[in-house]
């Protein structure tokens, strides 16, 4: 069985400063993907990147990027210049790569953006 | 093009009573999964449906049952209502690896 390790439950940053939120996993698939989604008060769980196991290259999208050790298990995500609108809960999830398999997400950090 | 909604968005039940929860998938997607997130946890996987058919089921007791619609909508019905099945409801559809959220529904057993 996978699991998924975030042991950051709270962290804070300054706007237009950068923050990185850890992530650990362990499973036994060579081939699989891994998510961040954050969850705003709205409730609503937002995707924000996707990285593919078999990719070396780190995946980026816009001030949002990840550092993905694969022999490590470790899937950080980076915030570069944060916003006040980046204030949400953020989980880190595990899906084996055959497809239209469940998510097994970690337990979240809360991030607070301050002014 | 409307993204995945769920209904009701709150709901206040007794312990003992039975509830359904109603999800419109994503326009194109024909995968539905439902997640259950305690207060403070991370969402955990109750069973997914594909086809009309329950394809996979997480850790969760038979109380949790499911129906998927041929327009690929889809109900989360849970029976005998435990205190302890108080939480946000995650609806989720996929056509393949990227699965999109709900905004859920907040169940909450009195």
């Known amino acids: 069985a996978q699991t998924v390790t975030q042991s950051q439950p709270e962290m804070s940053v300054q706007e237009a400063e950068t923050v990185t939120l850890s992530c650990t996993y362990d499973t036994s698939e060579n081939n699989y993907y891994l998510f961040w989604y954050k969850q705003p008060p709205s409730r609503q769980m937002i995707l924000v990147i996707r990285?593919?196991?078999?990719?070396?290259q780190n995946a980026t999208e816009n001030r949002f990027s990840v550092n993905f050790q694969k022999a490590a298990k470790s899937f950080s995500l980076k915030i570069s210049d944060s916003q006040l609108g980046d204030t949400a809960m953020y989980f880190c999830?595990?899906?084996?790569?055959?497809?239209?398999?469940?998510?097994?997400f970690g337990k979240g950090t809360r991030l607070s953006v301050i002014a | 093009d409307a993204g995945v909604t769920q209904s009701p968005t709150h709901l206040i039940k007794t312990r003992g009573q039975q509830v359904t929860l109603r999800c419109s998938p994503k326009?194109?997607?024909?995968?539905v999964s439902w997640y259950q997130q305690a207060l403070g946890q991370g969402p955990q996987f109750i069973f997914q449906?594909?086809?009309?058919?329950?394809?996979q089921r997480g850790n969760f007791p038979d109380r949790f049952s499911g129906h998927q619609f041929p327009n690929y909508s889809s109900e989360l019905n849970v029976n005998a209502l435990l205190l302890g099945d108080s939480a946000l409801y995650l609806c989720a559809s996929s056509l393949s690896s990227l699965q999109f959220f709900g905004q859920g529904t907040r169940l909450t057993v009195v």
């Open positions: 449906y594909y086809e009309e058919e329950e394809r």
């Open positions: 999830a595990f899906m084996k790569h055959d497809g239209n398999t469940p998510l097994v």
């Open positions: 326009s194109g997607h024909d995968t």
């Open positions: 990285q593919e196991a078999y990719k070396q």
